[in-house]
C-alpha cells in the first residue's frame, strides 16, 4: 500500500452524462502512482480525458470508479486557463493561494523567473494568453508545493520558452523533491523532463503505456524511445 508521500491513482471507469443518451465512458483502468520527486507526465490525444485525470487526482471530481491518495503536503495547480481574477494585480493573484504557514515569495522574483519581469502592479486585462499562463505557473510555484499539478502549462508559449520553463519546474520540483504529474500534448516536453510517461490512448481512454524514461545521457537511449513511443501512438507526433 503506498504510502502518505505518494500520489496512488485509480480509476476504474469514469462516465459522463448524455441527455437523452446512457452515460458515455471515457476513461476505464487507469492506474498509476508516482513517489516523492518522480515527474509523470500524461500524454493523450485531444480529448482523451487527461484533464478529466487530473481533476480527479486533486479531488475535483468524485464522480468515478476507483479511489485516489493525495500525499500530504502543498500542492501548487496550473490549469488551462489561468483563472487570475480580473479586479486584482498578478501581485495580489499570486499572494492569495498563500496560507499561514507558507513562506512569503517575493513576487518580483517568481514573476521575473518566468519571463514577466516588472509586471507585479499590472492587472490581468493587460495580459497576453501566454503571459496569463505563466502567471498562473508563478502562483503555482508561490506556495513551494510538494505536489504540482499542471495542465498544459507551456501551452500559448513559444518553443524556446516553453523548454525553458519546463527545465525550470523540473529542477525546482528534484530540489523540493515534489511530485509532478504535468498533462501535455508535447512529447518533447516530456522526455526533457519527466521520469515517466503515460499514454492514454483508446475510446474509452485507458493507460496504453507507463515507460520510464532513459538517462539522459545515453541520446541514443531516448531516440530509440520517441520512436517506439511514435510508432505505436501516431498521435503523438501531432500538435493535437
Known amino acids: 500500500m503506498p504510502g502518505d508521500g505518494t500520489l496512488d491513482v485509480r480509476i476504474d471507469a469514469k462516465a459522463f452524462a448524455v441527455p437523452g443518451s446512457a452515460p458515455q465512458t471515457v476513461l476505464r483502468d487507469v492506474g498509476?502512482?508516482?513517489?516523492?520527486?518522480?515527474?509523470?507526465?500524461?500524454?493523450?490525444?485531444?480529448?482523451?480525458g487527461k484533464s478529466t485525470v487530473l481533476r480527479i487526482a486533486l479531488g475535483l471530481d468524485r464522480d468515478f470508479a476507483g479511489r485516489v491518495r493525495m500525499p500530504r503536503g502543498r500542492i501548487g495547480v496550473v490549469f488551462q486557463e489561468p483563472r487570475l481574477l480580473a479586479w486584482l494585480t498578478l501581485a495580489e493573484n499570486?499572494?492569495?493561494?498563500?496560507?499561514?504557514?507558507?513562506?512569503v515569495p517575493d513576487v518580483a522574483d517568481l514573476l521575473d523567473m518566468v519571463g514577466l519581469p516588472g509586471v507585479a502592479d499590472r492587472l490581468p486585462s493587460e495580459l497576453s494568453l501566454g503571459m496569463a499562463r505563466r502567471v498562473a505557473l508563478a502562483r503555482a510555484l508561490a506556495v513551494d508545493p510538494d505536489t504540482l499539478v499542471l495542465d498544459e502549462p507551456f501551452a500559448s508559449l513559444d518553443r524556446r520558452l516553453a523548454a525553458a520553463l519546463a527545465v525550470l519546474v523540473?529542477?525546482?520540483?528534484?530540489?523540493?523533491?515534489?511530485?509532478?504529474?504535468?498533462?501535455?500534448h508535447e512529447l518533447e516536453h516530456a522526455l526533457a523532463i519527466a521520469d515517466r510517461i503515460l499514454v492514454l490512448a483508446g475510446h474509452p481512454a485507458t493507460l496504453a503505456a507507463d515507460v520510464t524514461v532513459p538517462d539522459r545521457a545515453d541520446p541514443r537511449a531516448l531516440d530509440a524511445l520517441r520512436d517506439a513511443l511514435l510508432e505505436r501512438f501516431a498521435f503523438l507526433g501531432t500538435d493535437a
Open 32 to 48: 498509476f502512482a508516482a513517489f516523492p520527486g518522480e515527474i509523470l507526465a500524461l500524454l493523450g490525444h485531444s480529448g482523451s
Open 94 to 103: 499570486i499572494r492569495l493561494v498563500l496560507t499561514d504557514g507558507v513562506p
Open 170 to 184: 523540473a529542477e525546482r520540483a528534484r530540489r523540493r523533491h515534489a511530485i509532478v504529474l504535468l498533462a501535455t
